[in-house]
T-cell receptor, first 111, second 113 residues
Framework: DAGITQSPRYKITETGRQVTLMCHQT?????MFWYRQDLGHGLRLIYY???????DKGEVPDGYVVSRSKTENFPLTLESATRSQTSVYFC??????????FGEGSRLTVL | QKEVEQNSGPLSVPEGAIASLNCTYS??????FFWYRQYSGKSPELIMF????GDKEDGRFTAQLNKASQYVSLLIRDSQPSDSATYLC?????????????FGDGTTLTVKP
Protein backbone atom coordinates (compact mmCIF):
# COMPACT_ATOMS: atom_id res chain seq x y z
CA ASP A 1 0.00 0.00 0.00
CA ALA A 2 1.20 3.48 -0.80
CA GLY A 3 1.91 5.83 2.06
CA ILE A 4 4.05 6.11 5.11
CA THR A 5 4.10 3.42 7.75
CA GLN A 6 5.65 3.23 11.19
CA SER A 7 6.46 0.27 13.39
CA PRO A 8 5.99 -0.66 16.09
CA ARG A 9 2.81 1.27 16.85
CA TYR A 10 3.23 0.65 20.58
CA LYS A 11 6.36 -0.16 22.53
CA ILE A 12 7.11 -0.52 26.21
CA THR A 13 10.75 -0.71 27.20
CA GLU A 14 12.97 -0.18 30.20
CA THR A 15 15.44 2.54 30.98
CA GLY A 16 18.80 1.92 29.35
CA ARG A 17 17.57 -0.33 26.57
CA GLN A 18 18.06 0.41 22.90
CA VAL A 19 14.92 0.95 20.86
CA THR A 20 14.53 1.42 17.12
CA LEU A 21 11.44 2.93 15.53
CA MET A 22 11.00 2.17 11.87
CA CYS A 23 9.60 4.40 9.17
CA HIS A 24 8.93 3.45 5.56
CA GLN A 25 7.46 5.57 2.75
CA THR A 26 6.47 4.54 -0.75
CA UNK A 27 6.35 7.96 -2.45
CA UNK A 28 10.11 8.38 -2.93
CA UNK A 29 9.94 11.74 -1.15
CA UNK A 30 13.39 13.18 -0.61
CA UNK A 31 12.75 14.76 2.77
CA MET A 32 11.80 12.75 5.81
CA PHE A 33 11.37 13.88 9.40
CA TRP A 34 11.02 12.54 12.92
CA TYR A 35 8.92 14.47 15.42
CA ARG A 36 7.96 13.78 18.99
CA GLN A 37 4.72 14.99 20.46
CA ASP A 38 4.25 15.63 24.15
CA LEU A 39 1.51 17.42 26.04
CA GLY A 40 2.41 21.06 26.37
CA HIS A 41 5.12 20.94 23.71
CA GLY A 42 3.35 20.24 20.46
CA LEU A 43 5.39 18.62 17.68
CA ARG A 44 9.13 18.97 18.08
CA LEU A 45 11.59 18.03 15.36
CA ILE A 46 14.19 15.44 16.36
CA TYR A 47 16.04 14.75 13.11
CA TYR A 48 15.44 15.15 9.43
CA UNK A 49 16.93 13.85 6.22
CA UNK A 50 17.19 15.52 2.84
CA UNK A 51 18.10 12.34 0.95
CA UNK A 52 19.77 8.98 1.44
CA UNK A 53 22.90 9.35 3.56
CA UNK A 54 22.09 13.00 4.41
CA UNK A 55 20.73 13.66 7.88
CA ASP A 56 20.71 16.62 10.22
CA LYS A 57 19.68 17.53 13.73
CA GLY A 58 16.42 19.18 14.59
CA GLU A 59 15.31 20.92 17.74
CA VAL A 60 15.66 18.01 20.21
CA PRO A 61 18.25 15.50 18.88
CA ASP A 62 19.99 14.47 22.11
CA GLY A 63 19.69 10.77 22.87
CA TYR A 64 18.60 9.85 19.34
CA VAL A 65 20.39 8.48 16.29
CA VAL A 66 19.10 8.22 12.74
CA SER A 67 20.28 6.68 9.53
CA ARG A 68 19.05 6.69 5.97
CA SER A 69 20.73 4.15 3.75
CA LYS A 70 17.73 3.98 1.41
CA THR A 71 15.36 6.75 0.33
CA GLU A 72 12.30 4.89 1.58
CA ASN A 73 13.48 4.08 5.11
CA PHE A 74 14.32 6.40 7.98
CA PRO A 75 14.76 4.56 11.29
CA LEU A 76 15.09 6.37 14.61
CA THR A 77 17.15 4.75 17.38
CA LEU A 78 17.14 5.56 21.06
CA GLU A 79 20.54 4.23 22.07
CA SER A 80 19.83 4.14 25.81
CA ALA A 81 16.22 4.96 26.53
CA THR A 82 15.32 7.34 29.35
CA ARG A 83 11.95 8.07 30.94
CA SER A 84 11.98 11.53 29.40
CA GLN A 85 11.82 9.86 25.99
CA THR A 86 8.36 8.50 26.73
CA SER A 87 6.35 10.13 23.98
CA VAL A 88 4.48 9.67 20.73
CA TYR A 89 6.83 9.67 17.76
CA PHE A 90 5.72 10.66 14.29
CA CYS A 91 7.60 10.09 11.10
CA UNK A 92 6.73 12.30 8.13
CA UNK A 93 7.75 12.79 4.54
CA UNK A 94 7.45 16.02 2.59
CA UNK A 95 5.50 16.48 -0.59
CA UNK A 96 6.28 18.84 -3.45
CA UNK A 97 4.36 21.75 -1.94
CA UNK A 98 6.07 21.49 1.41
CA UNK A 99 3.20 19.65 3.04
CA UNK A 100 3.94 16.83 5.42
CA UNK A 101 2.47 13.35 5.31
CA PHE A 102 2.57 11.68 8.69
CA GLY A 103 2.75 8.07 9.69
CA GLU A 104 0.31 6.72 12.26
CA GLY A 105 2.73 7.30 15.11
CA SER A 106 4.65 5.11 17.52
CA ARG A 107 3.69 5.38 21.17
CA LEU A 108 6.75 4.65 23.30
CA THR A 109 6.71 4.14 27.05
CA VAL A 110 10.00 3.93 28.93
CA LEU A 111 9.68 2.44 32.41
CA GLN B 1 8.85 33.98 22.40
CA LYS B 2 7.88 30.83 20.55
CA GLU B 3 8.42 30.77 16.80
CA VAL B 4 4.81 29.82 16.13
CA GLU B 5 2.04 30.69 18.55
CA GLN B 6 -1.59 29.67 18.46
CA ASN B 7 -4.70 30.53 20.51
CA SER B 8 -4.20 28.68 23.75
CA GLY B 9 -7.72 27.23 23.61
CA PRO B 10 -9.64 25.14 24.13
CA LEU B 11 -12.18 26.66 21.80
CA SER B 12 -15.81 25.65 21.97
CA VAL B 13 -18.44 26.63 19.40
CA PRO B 14 -22.00 25.49 18.77
CA GLU B 15 -22.80 23.42 15.71
CA GLY B 16 -23.30 25.63 12.66
CA ALA B 17 -21.18 28.48 13.98
CA ILE B 18 -17.92 29.83 12.58
CA ALA B 19 -14.78 28.68 14.34
CA SER B 20 -11.78 31.00 14.11
CA LEU B 21 -8.30 29.69 14.77
CA ASN B 22 -5.35 32.05 14.88
CA CYS B 23 -1.61 31.70 14.49
CA THR B 24 1.27 34.16 14.63
CA TYR B 25 4.86 33.49 13.63
CA SER B 26 8.14 35.25 14.30
CA UNK B 27 10.30 34.43 11.24
CA UNK B 28 9.70 37.01 8.50
CA UNK B 29 11.40 34.65 6.03
CA UNK B 30 8.52 32.21 6.34
CA UNK B 31 7.01 31.39 3.00
CA UNK B 32 4.63 28.46 3.37
CA PHE B 33 1.84 28.04 5.87
CA PHE B 34 -0.09 24.94 6.67
CA TRP B 35 -3.02 23.90 8.81
CA TYR B 36 -3.19 20.32 10.03
CA ARG B 37 -6.05 18.65 11.86
CA GLN B 38 -5.32 16.02 14.47
CA TYR B 39 -8.02 13.86 15.97
CA SER B 40 -7.36 12.47 19.42
CA GLY B 41 -4.97 9.51 19.22
CA LYS B 42 -4.38 10.00 15.49
CA SER B 43 -1.69 11.57 13.36
CA PRO B 44 -1.90 15.09 11.91
CA GLU B 45 -3.42 15.44 8.45
CA LEU B 46 -3.16 18.40 6.12
CA ILE B 47 -6.34 20.40 5.59
CA MET B 48 -5.13 23.68 4.11
CA PHE B 49 -2.02 25.39 2.83
CA UNK B 50 -1.47 29.00 1.80
CA UNK B 51 1.53 30.75 0.30
CA UNK B 52 0.28 34.22 -0.67
CA UNK B 53 -1.31 37.06 1.22
CA GLY B 54 -5.07 37.01 1.24
CA ASP B 55 -7.72 34.36 1.56
CA LYS B 56 -7.86 30.83 0.25
CA GLU B 57 -11.10 28.90 0.41
CA ASP B 58 -11.68 25.16 0.26
CA GLY B 59 -15.19 24.08 1.03
CA ARG B 60 -16.06 25.13 4.58
CA PHE B 61 -12.46 26.09 5.31
CA THR B 62 -10.81 29.44 4.65
CA ALA B 63 -7.18 30.19 5.34
CA GLN B 64 -6.12 33.80 5.67
CA LEU B 65 -2.56 35.07 5.49
CA ASN B 66 -1.15 38.48 6.33
CA LYS B 67 2.62 38.44 6.02
CA ALA B 68 3.02 42.06 7.12
CA SER B 69 1.35 41.21 10.42
CA GLN B 70 2.91 37.72 10.51
CA TYR B 71 -0.49 36.24 11.01
CA VAL B 72 -2.32 33.27 9.58
CA SER B 73 -5.78 32.08 10.46
CA LEU B 74 -8.21 29.30 9.70
CA LEU B 75 -11.95 29.82 9.58
CA ILE B 76 -14.31 26.88 9.68
CA ARG B 77 -17.81 27.76 8.57
CA ASP B 78 -20.90 25.76 9.51
CA SER B 79 -18.89 23.90 12.13
CA GLN B 80 -19.79 20.25 12.63
CA PRO B 81 -19.17 17.94 15.59
CA SER B 82 -16.80 16.03 13.28
CA ASP B 83 -14.61 19.14 13.20
CA SER B 84 -13.81 18.61 16.88
CA ALA B 85 -10.04 18.08 16.88
CA THR B 86 -6.77 19.83 17.56
CA TYR B 87 -5.66 22.18 14.79
CA LEU B 88 -1.95 22.67 14.25
CA CYS B 89 -0.46 25.65 12.48
CA UNK B 90 2.85 24.99 10.72
CA UNK B 91 5.20 27.50 9.18
CA UNK B 92 8.02 26.77 6.74
CA UNK B 93 10.84 28.98 5.51
CA UNK B 94 11.51 27.18 2.27
CA UNK B 95 14.59 29.21 1.43
CA UNK B 96 16.39 28.20 4.62
CA UNK B 97 16.44 25.39 7.15
CA UNK B 98 15.79 22.73 4.50
CA UNK B 99 12.15 23.66 4.45
CA UNK B 100 11.58 22.37 7.95
CA UNK B 101 8.16 23.03 9.36
CA UNK B 102 7.82 24.59 12.78
CA PHE B 103 4.57 23.81 14.54
CA GLY B 104 2.50 25.69 17.05
CA ASP B 105 1.22 23.81 20.08
CA GLY B 106 -2.22 23.51 18.55
CA THR B 107 -5.69 24.71 19.44
CA THR B 108 -8.28 22.18 20.50
CA LEU B 109 -11.70 22.82 19.02
CA THR B 110 -14.91 21.34 20.33
CA VAL B 111 -18.10 21.72 18.30
CA LYS B 112 -21.17 21.12 20.45
CA PRO B 113 -24.32 19.70 18.87
Amino acid sequence: DAGITQSPRYKITETGRQVTLMCHQTWSHSYMFWYRQDLGHGLRLIYYSAAADITDKGEVPDGYVVSRSKTENFPLTLESATRSQTSVYFCASRGGGGELFFGEGSRLTVL
Amino acid sequence: QKEVEQNSGPLSVPEGAIASLNCTYSDRGSQSFFWYRQYSGKSPELIMFIYSNGDKEDGRFTAQLNKASQYVSLLIRDSQPSDSATYLCAVTATNTNAGKSTFGDGTTLTVKP
